[in-house]
């Protein structure tokens, strides 16, 4: 029980980094029907810059958090220039292309991205310093520390944020409009080019901060970390509807306990004595017997999960938890 | 007449390969309330489009004395130009007073705008009935009537309607131009686009008939419901 608990704690930590990154995902999908590859590589570029910064000051004396706090508010700005100067000079120019072409684009501008970091920072792993404390509170019977905490809360305040921003005001009302009728939106005097911009700088942000939290929930950062990361929250935000954001929070949140339920149990799924215990009449007590009391695939195969879920999702519900039906956008 | 609201000189709209309007003159006078008839495919929704700056065109169109002609689309609404899209355009997932509140967008004074939508609502009481309901849940009828409402928002000086009696039943054809005419009464001038020709006619004081973009026909409204050609082709015989 307790190990149930405690994968449920780490999934709504990991999935509220998901789901941050997730919203980036679908607000530019909802407003341009382009799903943005690249959104990842920003996360990455968030994390790396964050930790340059915490590194550099990270001796200095000043207090973790402060420290923390200004790698964060390099990272910001730094993400939301790269986002800004994406949509500007990639998929700008590709507004009125066939929807293959800048989705390809987005393919470019993410390998693109990453041999830029890899070149600024290297192949090598960066660590994330010790100047935040790490000493674990325990809670239910879970472990879980300051760090952790503070992610699940951060990312829900930045979330409700967001969803007041484009419910309750006269930009995020803009938006909305600019997503349903560009044309019209137009016609009511919304300069498309700049919500569209101004959704990609958000958005970036949101990765940013996601970026700094996956850093220091993890403690470390390279310039690969993307990739994966961006294509769990793109299942994220397939999971909970894409173009919606209600659905890419909460998509970000089930997918986060889902791979953390995964990993916590894939050793006992994977175990034939684990399975003849828990069977009635202790059946496959012989494949117990031939293959030894241990799981074939440990918590490394947890990534299976993310992917497991996009393909039911896409076979069984493709509009996703709380998308509208596809055919209705058509 | 008095001095022209909007002045449209050798309009040609090409979109697609199909040259859509192959040049066409006209004008609409202030306060004035002026047709646009014609078979479908004749060119009229292409020509509020390119009005509109929606679609790419040449020639020259005066607007208050301004060519418009290279102005972006969204800087239209601020000098008093509005267009209500054939189909109505609202926004479906925005709530009715939201939809209103979009076509006050380019204001900033928050007490005008306050003071329109008050005068909206009087005007089309159905609106506040269901100012909180989500547009796309309304009749068409109320789609049209939300439409010219949030058009009223913006404080129009020129206001294009493309088709509003389309898909509509004739009760709710009826209002709708008891709408159009009294935004007209107020001064508001007009360009209107219809196929039910008897009925833009009527509230028109002038009219031009389109036939494969070109204009065919210019005359007074009253003149043109008498026209043997107008009624052979638009009326319905008689």
Request: proline share 4%.
């Amino acid at each position: 029980m307790d190990i149930f608990i405690q994968q449920i704690v780490n999934g709504l930590v990991l999935g509220s980094i998901y789901a941050l990154v997730a919203l980036g995902y679908t607000m530019v999908y909802g407003i341009m029907g382009l799903i943005n590859f690249a959104h990842g590589e920003v996360v990455m570029i968030g994390a790396l810059t964050a930790l340059s910064v915490i590194n550099k000051l990270a001796g200095s004396g000043l207090p973790g958090p402060v420290v923390v706090l200004a790698g964060l508010a390099v990272a910001v700005p730094v993400c939301m220039a790269t986002g800004f100067i994406i949509e500007r000079i990639a998929y700008r120019p590709l507004r009125h292309a066939p929807r293959l072409a800048p989705l390809i684009t987005a393919i470019g501008v993410s390998i693109l991205l990453q041999q830029v970091a890899m070149l600024f920072w290297g192949r090598n792993y960066h660590t994330f310093p010790a100047v935040l404390p790490s000493a674990p509170h325990q809670i239910f019977g879970a472990a879980l520390t300051d760090v952790q905490i503070i992610i699940v809360l951060l990312a829900a305040a930045t979330m409700s944020g967001l969803w007041l921003l484009v419910n309750r005001t006269r930009l995020g009302r803009a938006m909305r409009a600019t997503s349903e009728h560009p044309a019209i939106a137009s016609l009511m005097g919304v300069d498309v080019n700049r919500i569209i911009a101004f959704t990609f700088v958000l958005g970036s942000a949101l990765a940013a901060l996601a970026g700094v939290m996956v850093s220091a929930n993890y403690s470390t950062a390279h310039y690969h970390m993307g990739f994966l990361l961006g294509l769990k929250a793109f299942t994220a935000a397939v999971l909970g509807g894409i173009g919606n954001l209600g659905g890419a929070m909460l998509g970000g949140v089930l997918l986060g306990i889902i791979e953390s339920l995964g990993a916590g149990y894939i050793g006992d799924l994977t175990n034939f004595c684990w399975w003849s215990n828990h069977l009635p009449g202790g059946t496959g007590a012989g494949l117990c017997e031939q293959f030894g009391d241990r799981g074939f695939l440990g918590s490394n195969y947890k990534d299976i999960f993310a992917f497991f879920v996009l393909i039911l999702v896409l076979v069984f519900r493709p509009s996703g938890l709380m998308g509208e039906k596809v055919a209705e956008r058509a | 007449m008095k001095a022209p609201m909007l002045a449209v000189k050798d309009l040609r709209v090409a979109y697609g390969g199909i040259q859509a309007v192959k040049g066409i003159d006209f004008e609409v006078g202030t306060g004035e309330t002026v047709c646009l008839i014609g078979a479908n495919g004749a060119g009229k929704t292409s020509t509020l489009k390119a009005l509109a700056r929606m679609l790419p065109a040449s020639g020259s169109i005066l607007y208050r004395g301004g060519d418009i002609s290279h102005c972006p689309p969204h800087a239209l609404i601020g000098q008093g130009l509005t267009l209500v899209p054939e189909g109505r355009g609202v926004f479906a997932r925005l709530s009715v007073e939201e939809n209103l509140d979009m076509g006050a967008y380019h204001r900033a004074a928050a007490a005008d705008i306050a003071d329109d939508l008050a005068r909206v609502y009087q005007l089309l009481p159905r609106l506040k009935e269901r100012r909180t309901q989500l547009a796309g849940t309304l009749s068409g009828g109320e789609q049209q009537m939300l439409a010219l409402g949030r058009a009223l928002m913006a404080r129009p000086q020129l206001l294009l309607l493309d088709e509003p009696s389309m898909g509509l039943a004739p009760l709710m054809v009826r209002k709708v131009f008891e709408v159009v005419h009294s935004i007209a009464e107020q001064g508001v001038s007009i360009l209107l686009v219809e196929q039910n020709a008897r009925l833009a006619l009527t509230v028109s004081a002038r009219g031009y008939v389109m036939e494969s973009g070109l204009i065919t026909l210019a005359d007074r409204a009253d003149r043109l419901l008498g026209d043997s050609r107008v009624r052979q082709a638009y009326l319905g015989g008689e």
